[in-house]
């Protein structure tokens, strides 16, 4: 149980287009929903926090209209990177918290390779 | 803030011998404490985690970690490895209440050699 898919797995993109990943709670709700950053042999950034039906919450440093987020249903969290430039291709992880009190775990999909050219 | 230091980026380790992963954190409010494992193309794993209570910590495959507050450490060891074990491994915090997102350390790559 509590698997978190992505789509895609990766991606190719032009400079100044946009690009769509999806982050999916396969079989559990997950209230809250989180985003991660990953450039090659570095650790893991959190870019933002989802909670379903409200706003985002981006970290210092992170542009919230360069990357939209939308967690529109309890299975379902969206990172749109806007006008992406080739700084932006990067590894982006999404994880995932059950619904519930004492759901402290986060559950990781598989990430997405995003690269812009 | 939290921050997560993990000073071997990495460990080459020989079959069957023992290894100790290190993970030191730094935080003013009270966390919880995780090592997350990271195949080759597959996502984070959950490996084990620290909430309250014992210090020691186990998980399914073997490793343990304990969590030492004076040395606001969080190491990772297993008494004798396989070559499964070879991935990247992350120490995360996370401030007590676990609502927030996971600060990680920058990973460290256990390499076992047979």
């Known amino acids: 149980g509590a698997v978190v898919s992505q789509h895609p797995s990766w991606v190719i993109c032009k400079s100044g287009t946009s690009v769509k990943i999806e982050c999916r709670s396969l079989?559990?709700?997950?209230?809250?929903m989180f985003w991660y950053r990953q450039f090659p042999k570095q650790s893991l950034m959190l870019m933002a926090t989802?909670?379903?039906?409200?706003?985002?919450?981006?970290e210092q440093g992170v542009e919230k209209d360069k990357f939209l987020i939308n967690h529109a249903s309890l299975t379902l969290s969206t990172l749109t990177v806007t006008s992406a430039h080739p700084e932006d291709s990067s590894f982006y992880i999404c994880?995932?918290?059950?619904?519930?009190?004492?759901?402290?775990?986060?559950?990781f999909g598989p990430g997405t390779r995003l690269t812009v050219t | 803030a939290q921050s997560v230091t993990q000073l071997d980026s990495q460990v080459p380790v020989f079959e069957e011998a023992p290894v100790e992963l290190r993970c030191n954190y730094s935080?003013?409010?009270?966390?919880?404490l995780f090592w997350y494992v990271q195949y080759p193309n597959q996502g984070l794993q959950l490996l084990l985690k620290y909430l309250s209570g014992s210090t020691l910590v186990e998980s399914i495959n073997g490793f343990e970690a304990e969590f030492n507050k004076s040395q606001t450490s969080f190491h990772l060891r297993k008494p004798s490895v396989h070559i499964s074990d070879t991935a990247e491994y992350f120490c995360?915090?996370?401030?007590?209440?676990?609502?927030?997102?996971?600060?990680f350390g920058k990973g460290t790559h256990l390499i076992i050699q047979p």
């Open positions: 994880s995932a918290r059950a619904t519930g009190t004492g759901q402290f775990e986060q559950y």
């Open positions: 079989d559990f709700q997950a209230t809250t």
């Open positions: 935080s003013s409010v009270s966390v919880y």
């Open positions: 989802s909670n379903e039906g409200s706003k985002a919450t981006y």
């Open positions: 995360a915090v996370s401030p007590g209440g676990g609502a927030d997102g996971l600060t």
